[in-house]
């Protein structure tokens, strides 16, 4: 069994809050804009940490984590990637890999909303965390648990960091 912290769009802040609701976790999972090395660096200090970079990560971000990643934990086939789409809609620039490996969870971000939904067509979960930094149009800031055990996903929780600083608009 293995605990899972997923989170997206730091866009390189970091939060106290993060260690609270992470600290019994087992790894750390970012789907991208992570923002910062030194905010990618933090996290891989404190936990096992796997990421994927997104659109606003720089080459020291790229050149260590992939694009898209693939892996298993917990007998559950995982695919994850900044921009992903969801069920119905995924992004031509991921599908054919999605719908070729057939993961039992893919995770992606970029949207800043946070969505938790099951694409029967794949048999697949679908998770985007939201976003947990402070940059971007999200009203409310997540991040997302979840337990992996035994090929199966559960005790999926939502966490709420609260609202994103007020004037702060854009990408940033």
């Not at 789907?31 to 990618?40: C, T, V, W, Y």
């Not at 930094?133 to 960091?161: C, M």
Request: glycine share 10%.
């Amino acid at each position: 069994m293995k605990k899972i912290g997923l989170l997206s769009d730091t866009h390189a802040y970091w939060d106290e809050k993060f260690k609270r609701y992470f600290a019994e976790c087992d790894e750390i999972w970012h789907a991208g804009d992570i923002g910062s090395p030194l905010l990618a660096a933090r996290f891989a200090a404190w936990k096992p940490f796997r990421a994927v970079y997104g659109n606003i990560d720089g080459q020291e971000l790229r050149a260590e984590y992939p694009k898209i990643a693939h892996f298993e934990v917990e007998g559950v086939r995982v695919m994850m990637t900044h921009i992903g789409g969801y069920p119905g809609r995924y992004s031509p620039d991921i599908r054919a890999e999605l719908y070729a490996t057939r993961p039992a969870l893919f995770i992606s971000g970029h949207s800043h909303i946070l969505k938790v939904m099951y694409d029967r067509q794949l048999q697949c979960l679908h998770i985007n965390p939201g976003a947990a930094g402070k940059s971007g149009f999200q009203k409310v800031r997540t991040l997302v648990r979840f337990v992996l055990d035994n090929g199966n996903i559960k005790d999926l929780e939502v966490i709420e960091l609260g609202e994103r600083e007020e004037g702060k608009l854009g990408w940033g």
